[in-house]
């Protein structure tokens, strides 16, 4: 690997779905309540994806957003890696359609999947594919349509997800002199855990899509540990500390886990961006549509020290120290 570069971020993006359905939107649908809803999870309302409204639609809209921000065009652009578990298509990846949205012919896209924890996998996927100089920017996109593969029947996981997309522009910039960028990043899986939080179908399985099945009292319980275990790593592997972090933005799966994990680090409640009450558990796109909106509201300014993490299914889970 080429140790040359330093990936910076130049620019954010976010888009969602039209239609907000909120807690007591469910009362009528299956047994459950607003109160019930927010104090188990945090969640107030989500985006729900409407005819038209698709991954790779709220993705390129994302991206479109990234761009403005960062003051470039679509032919600036030479790597995409699109975060989802939810495709357009079983294939082409997501990623190419996006591509194409975008009007780019030149350089390669391709999907990550890795459920909640996508859009760390992928932001560390393109840090190294510019570091190793095979491209000079990169959107990375995390967009999910997660209302399509939910069991609408079953109430402990209908009212947690919702839909949408967050995206980022990365540079490939010479690191002499530059302090900016993805400073460290840590990634871990452990497959034992698969039947904690699985989609009950699939191509090679049923050649169905399946609806997504979750043990939520196991996945609680498995991740305060697992997330600290990375952040920690992270720290100790950049000579960095809880301290010295200005935002910690985790994936917004569940506002407990949340002040829990915060808690255990020792990072200040006002250091951390918060969107899961508006959003839900929106998987691959929750942090960089959290990082959106604390970017655009002025909270996170360049220079500052950035923690991103995330769990999802399989297990996986992974974070990222990000000087913006």
Not at 172 to 192: H, I, K, N, P, T
Not at 315 to 324: D, H, K
């Amino acid at each position: 690997m080429n140790g040359s570069y330093r990936s910076v971020v130049l620019g954010t993006g976010s888009a969602l779905p039209e239609r907000v359905m909120t807690n007591r939107d469910f009362e009528g649908v299956v047994e459950t309540s607003d109160e019930w809803i927010k104090q188990r999870t945090g969640i107030e309302q989500r985006h729900i994806a409407g005819e038209g409204e698709t991954t790779v639609s709220l993705g390129a809209a994302a991206a479109e957003k990234a761009l403005e921000a960062a003051g470039l065009t679509a032919s600036d652009i030479d790597l995409i890696v699109l975060a989802t578990a939810t495709p357009d298509n079983t294939f082409p990846a997501s990623a190419v359609q996006i591509q194409n949205r975008l009007g780019i012919h030149h350089g390669f896209a391709f999907d990550i999947h890795a459920v909640c924890s996508g859009f760390v996998y992928a932001l560390t996927t393109a840090d190294l594919y510019l570091k190793g100089g095979l491209a000079k920017r990169a959107l990375v996109i995390g967009a999910e349509t997660f209302s399509r593969i939910l069991d609408w029947e079953d109430r402990s996981t209908c009212v947690l997800f919702g839909d949408g997309a967050g995206a980022l522009v990365l540079e490939a910039r010479d690191s002499e002199g530059e302090e900016r960028g993805v400073l460290v990043s840590r990634l871990r899986s452990d497959g034992a855990h698969k039947e904690k939080l699985y989609v009950d179908g699939g191509p090679s399985s049923t050649g169905t899509v399946g609806h997504l099945r979750m043990e939520g009292r196991e996945v609680f319980r498995h991740a305060v540990g697992m997330i600290t275990d990375v952040i920690e790593d992270s720290f100790e592997r950049s000579g960095l500390s809880a301290d010295e972090i200005d935002w910690f933005v985790p994936h917004q799966a569940n506002r407990r886990i949340i002040d829990a994990s915060a808690k255990k680090l020792g990072i200040s409640p006002d250091k951390v961006v918060i969107t899961v009450d508006r959003h839900g558990n929106t998987s691959a796109a929750s942090i960089p549509l959290a990082l959106d909106i604390a970017v655009r509201d002025g909270r996170i300014q360049k220079g500052q020290l950035v923690l991103l993490e995330a769990m999802g299914g399989g297990f996986t889970w992974g974070a990222c120290l990000v000087r913006w």
